[in-house]
Structures are given as C-alpha cells and as structure tokens.
C-alpha cells in the first residue's frame, strides 16, 4: 500500500502555507483543512496529486491571509513572522532558504494576498501560470501580469546580495560574542552605521521596542542597557532559523526569543528580534522546509 499523497507531499504542503502566511500555526491549520477537503476528494478525478493539492492549501492560505490581515490590525507593536528552528541543511538550496528568511518573509507581508501567493508559487515554487490560474481563480493572463507586479515589488524592497554562508555565521558569531561578553564596541563594530533593528513582543515581553530602532549606536546602547537591567542571567546561543545563521536568546535558561539578520559587507545591516511568546512554539524541533 502506497502513503497518501497528501503525507507524500506534506513538507511541501507546509512550506507553500507557511511562506504564505508567515505563521507556521496557521499554516498548520491551512493544512488540517487542506486534509478534510482533500479526505473527500474522488482520487480517480485526479490526475496530478501534487499540483491539486498545492491549488487546495493555496485556496485555504488565501482564506487564513484574509483573516489574519484584520487581525493584525489590533497588534500591538511590530508584526515579524513566526520563527522556525531548521537545520543547517536548509541553507544548501540557496533559494530556498532565501525564500523562508524572515527578512524575505517580511518583505512579503507588503503584497496583497493574491500577490503574495502568485509570487510565492511562481518564484519560489516554478508552478507553471496555468496551475496558479486555477488556484486563484484568475486567468493565466491575469497571472502573469501580477506576477510581474509581485516580483518587481519585492525586488525594490529587497535588493538580492548574495552572501557566502561562511561570512553570514562568521558575523552572526561576532555579534554574539559581543552581546554575551558586553562589549560595547565589539557590538558596534559588527553592525552597519545605518542599521536597524525591528522586535516583536507582540505587547506581551517588557523591554521590547514598539518601534524600529534605528542606528548602530542607538541600538548598541539599548541591547547592552536592556540586558544589564535583567535580574537574571541571559545568554545568546547559536541556532539555525529558517535557513540562516541565528541567535537563541535565553533568559536564565529558558527561550526568552529568536534573533534573526541580514548581512551585508561584512555587517549587520538588519536585526529581526521574536520574543513574542505565542509565536516560539517551532523553535525547539527543526521544522521540514522543502520545495
């Protein structure tokens, strides 16, 4: 007896909800859903089981997109995806790991759903026009044209600079050493003048800034100045988040947040900081990210 198709091709199934909604909880939901509807489907009717099932969860993370934008209203500082603990394998597909970065995922928050979801399926998934057609109700004209839109969009807010793994884990291993140890210009050294630093406590974690925080010596000086005033101690350890070099931040042992980059000459150019408590649920067993 063969598996289902639908756990076949489950990873896959995620990783197109997740990319979507920037949450793997409501990408689990996508795919709870996904399976009801998929249980009452004739088999006999279906001649290409991946693509009939990448057009169901697309339809469902449209649904789930449309409700999490009115919910996003009421979120109290800044909204960041949800993290996911991956393993260093991820970052051997190149694409893919691009794709899933928080900084990309963030970049995607700025589409409209139908936008978003053409983009993901075309650039990062090579579905052909016609198969996205049938999953967003449009018509393969009308794809291409979004397409275009979608991919034009993401290239003005997010430039692709290609850098080597190496120099990625090398600068990640700067910064924290410099936050373990406090040191002030260690800290400032590795970050770009013009850096900026964006945290996501979603109302919930005291010391977490509403605001973008904007400066290598602001934000320098208000890490450090954060981490003295804890009662308790605090440890920045290395870790793998959806497919780059990461920082697991813990409070006196305990996962107190994610801390994610972007790096550019050498430097930290962006500091992507989850500590909303809700959204570190994936962070202690590597999620299965495949295209």
Request: hydrophobic share 45%; aromatic share 6%.
């Amino acid at each position: 007896m063969t598996d289902d198709p639908f756990v076949t091709h489950r990873g896959l199934l995620f990783t197109v909800a997740y990319e979507m909604l920037g949450s793997a909880a409501d990408a689990e939901d996508v795919l709870q859903e996904s399976w009801l509807r998929w249980d009452q489907v004739d088999r006999s009717e279906v001649r290409d089981e991946r693509a009939y099932l990448v057009r169901i969860v697309t339809r469902q993370a449209l649904n789930q997109l449309r409700t999490m934008s009115r919910r996003r209203e009421s979120y109290v500082g800044e909204w960041l995806p949800e993290p996911l603990l991956t393993s260093p394998d991820v970052a051997e597909d190149v694409e893919l790991a691009e794709s899933v970065s928080i900084a990309m995922l963030t970049v995607l928050e700025t589409l409209g759903p139908t936008e978003r979801a053409v983009f993901v399926l075309r650039e990062v998934f090579d579905v052909p026009y016609d198969e996205i057609a049938a999953a967003v109700d449009k018509s393969p004209a009308a794809v291409r044209q979004i397409a275009h839109r979608a991919k034009d969009h993401v290239a003005a807010r997010r430039p692709r600079v290609t850098v080597e793994r190496a120099e990625q884990e090398a600068v990640v291993a700067r910064f924290l050493a410099a936050v373990n140890s406090g040191d002030l210009q260690g800290l400032m050294d590795v970050l770009a003048p013009d850096v900026v630093s964006v945290a996501d406590g979603g109302g919930l974690v005291k010391g977490a800034a509403l605001r973008p925080i904007h400066g290598a010596d602001k934000i320098a000086r208000y890490l450090l100045g954060g981490l003295a005033k804890l009662a308790v101690p605090f440890e920045a350890v290395p870790t793998w988040v959806n497919g780059h070099p990461a920082i697991r931040g813990e409070v006196d042992g305990e996962l107190a947040g994610a801390i994610c980059f972007e790096v550019e000459g050498g430097r930290i150019t962006r500091i992507f900081s989850i500590a909303n408590p809700n959204k570190l649920g994936r962070m202690d067993e590597a999620a299965e990210l495949v295209r």
